[in-house]
């Protein structure tokens, strides 16, 4: 079909319509919003002193039976000072607190499936490492949009650890549930 538009003519092969209340400018939005809109997107925050022994770690664990698939929407670290180390593993063994995760739609009473740990303890077991960055001073922010999915039975882990000395830690870890 040369020559032809195909986009937002409703006399062409397809035609596509904004759905939204806006008539102009069109108003297109993210999967966490919606995912927040349904009440839907989750996260867990975690703030400690990291010390060579005492590190920070968070976990989100999708159960296996679940009946939902986990999608991280964003991971956040932040230190007081440089040479820190964030980590992502997969399917790590934590111990420590299990707490409540949020629900970022704050008129929502759905819960999410995810089991969340914090804990101040290295992990163990045989985690895969999915990345691993130095940090410097501040928040860095990774955006994964939906990009790294936890099937259920499977586990993301955040480490924060630093080779000497201490510092504040916090980190934060979103998803949404489908």
Same mark, same amino acid.
């Given at each position: ?7 937002? #003519?409703?006399? #062409?092969?397809?035609?596509?319509? #904004? ?21 839907? *997107? /989750?996260?867990?925050? /975690? ?11 968070? #976990? ?9 698939? @986990?999608? @991280? ?9 440089? %040479?820190?180390?964030?980590?992502? @593993?997969?399917?790590?063994? +934590? ?10 739609? /704050?008129?929502?009473?759905?819960? %999410?499936?995810? +089991? ?17 960055? *130095? @940090? &410097? ?12 999915? *936890? ?11 630093? &080779?000497?000395?201490?510092? &504040? ?10």
């Amino acid at each position: 079909m040369p020559n032809e538009a195909v986009f937002n #003519q409703n006399n #062409q092969p397809l035609y596509t319509e #904004q759905v939204n209340t806006y008539v102009a400018p069109g108003i297109d939005s993210s999967p966490e919003a919606g995912a927040a809109m349904s009440g839907l *997107l /989750f996260g867990m925050p /975690f703030a400690s002193t990291v010390t060579t022994s005492a590190p920070l770690v968070m #976990q989100v664990s999708n159960p296996a039976g679940s009946g939902r698939t @986990l999608y @991280l929407s964003r991971v956040i670290g932040s230190t007081g000072t440089a %040479s820190v180390t964030l980590t992502l @593993l997969r399917n790590a063994t +934590v111990g420590g607190s299990v707490i409540t995760p949020l629900n970022y739609n /704050f008129g929502s009473a759905a819960a %999410s499936v995810a +089991v969340t740990r914090t804990a101040t303890a290295a992990p163990t077991g045989s985690p895969a490492t999915l990345m691993s960055m *130095l @940090l &410097a001073i501040g928040p860095v922010i990774l955006d994964m949009d939906g990009r790294m999915i *936890l099937p259920p039975g499977n586990s993301i882990t955040l480490t924060i650890t630093i &080779a000497s000395g201490s510092t &504040a830690a916090t980190g934060n870890i979103s998803w949404w549930e489908y």
